[in-house]
């Protein structure tokens, strides 16, 4: 199969090579493709070369999938038009809410993508939003989700790599007593946490936390109610989540923690001690939604808390993207 990436070269586009390279799928020709700045850089592949080509001259009937990994301005752009000749499956956020557009987690709702007929596109939720759903998807299946209540704590490069950039200069300016200048945040994000990711949106809410509300019930139940906030900060690689569930009917935490332990793409971390729980930084390079803190809320017999870590570059982003493409030919090809 003939598969292309459209943004070869920036943070998930070559988090997906690398992805692709150790993928099931075979890959009878591989096109890199990126702006006019890129072209002819050479990057590796299973032992072979591949140059990057120019997307303004790029023939998308080339590859039978194809990978936008190059953010939402171009995915607006050149979507269209792209998957009148191939599957796209895109990881901006532009088509998420396109009620004909499935936005798919394959451990959670890999039965929707039937639905990209329609359009031909499948879209990558939000990063935050994997991770969290990953985890919510078993439980809800046994007792019925009623209420979500997160808080996260977003890395930097879920921005990109000139925002991890930043924060390394910082870093070092700070130590250093040096004045410190915000080009990508809206405030200093070194030795600090800022409670805003993306733009504003209604009644005092982010853009980010209104994806988390509204990409949840999408994915995984319109039903639920759930409310978000979300803060950035400074971490390099691996979204964290403090998650409270209330659900519909009883449970046992033991019985909980057995259904996650068991659960596709999860790993339970959760010994009642001294690091017996997960952080960013153990999460790094791993494809795994790792679940540590598991407790009831001793405020609500029907609900419980949960700490849920994930390398936002892997699952929340090239992983995902990676994964829908396996389903998608061993179900649908």
């Known amino acids: 199969m003939n598969l292309a990436i459209i943004g070869a070269t920036g943070n998930v586009g070559r988090k997906t090579i690398e992805i692709l390279e150790k993928s099931k799928i075979e890959v009878s020709k591989l096109f890199l493709v990126a702006s006019e700045k890129s072209v002819g850089k050479k990057i590796n592949f299973k032992g072979n070369q591949i140059e990057v080509q120019n997307l303004e001259k790029y023939d998308f009937s080339s ?104 924060l390394l200069d910082q870093s070092k300016n700070y130590l250093s007593g040096k004045n410190i200048k915000s080009k990508n945040f809206t405030k200093q994000i070194a030795f600090n946490l800022i409670p805003h990711i993306d ?19 999408k994915i995984l139940d319109p039903n639920i109610k759930l409310t978000a906030t979300c803060v950035r900060v400074p971490v390099m690689i691996s979204h964290s989540e403090s998650i409270n569930v209330e659900f519909e009917k009883n449970f046992d935490i033991e019985k909980v923690k057995d259904i996650l332990s068991k659960a596709p793409g999860c790993k339970v971390l959760d010994e009642r001690k001294d690091g017996g729980y997960i952080t960013p930084l153990e999460a790094e390079n791993s494809p795994l939604t790792f679940i540590s803190r598991i407790r009831k809320d001793n405020s609500n017999d029907k609900a419980l808390n949960m700490w849920v870590v994930s390398d936002n570059l892997l699952k929340g982003a090239a992983l995902n993207t990676i994964q829908i493409a396996e389903t998608l030919i061993k179900k649908l090809l």
């Open 63 to 166: 590859a039978q999938i194809t990978f936008f990994a190059a953010g939402s301005k171009i995915a607006e752009k050149w979507v269209p038009s792209a998957s009148k000749k191939t599957i796209v499956i895109d990881n901006s956020k532009f088509f998420r809410m396109d009620q004909d557009v499935p936005l798919i987690v394959p451990e959670v709702n890999s039965d929707q993508l039937t639905m990209y007929k329609k359009k031909n596109i499948i879209a990558n939720p939000n990063c935050s939003t994997i991770q969290m759903v990953v985890a919510l998807k078993p439980l809800h299946d046994h007792f019925n989700i009623k209420r979500v209540i997160v808080s996260t704590y977003q890395s930097v490069s879920g921005a990109g790599k000139a925002p991890m950039d930043e």
């Open 199 to 217: 733009d504003f949106v209604d009644a005092g809410y982010t853009r980010e936390e209104w994806k988390m509300e509204h990409e949840t019930k």
